[in-house]
């Protein structure tokens, strides 16, 4: 009887414990659920003063709660630190700001390159935006003749150089005279610069 009545005060602990901590997790999780159902694909979370805000339209909107994208991109409001689905961690930098598809836009070449490990100069610049264009059918067989050109440069500078190396292991102790396979390598490299 002893046992019995300890083992039914153990296992209510137990269910009174889970009750405590399921109960301190549903403001989180209702809050989490809120996010993501007021959550419009137009939406952007921006790096602005320090802290990350809501963006949509025109209006901003302060955020007191991290955010958990539905792709799993998780943004921290305060830092801006954010961790993609895939485990890689970046930071914003003012300006920068986070896709509800989970995906980072960077306002500058600087942040970019932050975000690569890299550093970019002060003075770089974002290339032109391609709009979508369209190109026309002359010039994708344009660019698919370049290419095919630049494949078939590359198998024949592969060529020489496996020539190049055969000749070198050889194990002769005097080095063979590889001058005219470099400069048929050299003239290949002039071609390849030259073609798209």
Same mark, same amino acid.
């Given at each position: 009887?002893?046992?019995?009545?300890? +083992?039914?005060?153990? =296992?209510?602990?137990?269910?009174?414990?889970?009750?405590?901590? $399921?109960?301190?997790?549903?403001?989180?999780?209702?809050?989490?659920?809120?996010?993501?159902?007021?959550?419009?694909?137009?939406?952007?979370?921006?790096?602005?003063?320090?802290? !990350?805000?809501?963006?949509?339209?025109? $209006?901003?909107?302060?955020?007191? $709660?991290?955010?958990?994208?539905?792709?799993?991109?998780?943004?921290?409001?305060?830092?801006? %630190?954010?961790?993609?689905?895939?485990?890689? =961690?970046?930071?914003?930098?003012?300006?920068?700001?986070?896709?509800?598809?989970?995906?980072? !836009?960077?306002?500058?070449?600087?942040?970019?390159?932050?975000?690569?490990?890299?550093?970019?100069?002060? #003075?770089?610049?974002?290339?032109?935006? #391609?709009?979508?264009?369209?190109?026309?059918?002359?010039?994708?067989?344009?660019? =698919?003749?370049?290419?095919?050109?630049?494949?078939?440069?590359?198998?024949?500078?592969?060529? +020489? +150089?496996?020539?190049? %190396?055969?000749? +070198?292991?050889?194990?002769?102790?005097?080095?063979?005279?590889?001058?005219?396979?470099?400069?048929? =390598?050299?003239?290949?490299?002039?071609?390849?610069?030259?073609?798209?």
């Amino acid at each position: 009887m002893k046992k019995l009545t300890s +083992l039914l005060l153990v =296992i209510g602990a137990c269910l009174t414990t889970a009750a405590a901590a $399921q109960a301190q997790n549903a403001p989180a999780q209702a809050a989490q659920q809120d996010n993501q159902r007021e959550l419009q694909s137009t939406d952007q979370f921006v790096m602005q003063n320090g802290s !990350v805000v809501k963006r949509r339209g025109n $209006q901003t909107v302060g955020l007191s $709660q991290n955010v958990r994208l539905p792709n799993g991109t998780k943004v921290n409001v305060k830092s801006g %630190i954010v961790e993609l689905p895939g485990g890689k =961690i970046t930071t914003l930098k003012e300006g920068d700001y986070v896709r509800a598809d989970g995906s980072i !836009v960077y306002a500058t070449p600087q942040s970019a390159a932050a975000a690569r490990g890299e550093t970019a100069p002060a #003075d770089a610049k974002f290339g032109g935006v #391609d709009q979508g264009a369209v190109p026309s059918t002359a010039e994708a067989d344009q660019r =698919i003749a370049d290419l095919g050109r630049r494949v078939d440069l590359m198998a024949q500078k592969l060529q +020489l +150089l496996n020539q190049k %190396i055969s000749l +070198l292991s050889q194990g002769h102790p005097k080095l063979p005279d590889t001058s005219q396979l470099d400069s048929q =390598i050299k003239a290949l490299d002039e071609q390849l610069r030259s073609v798209k």
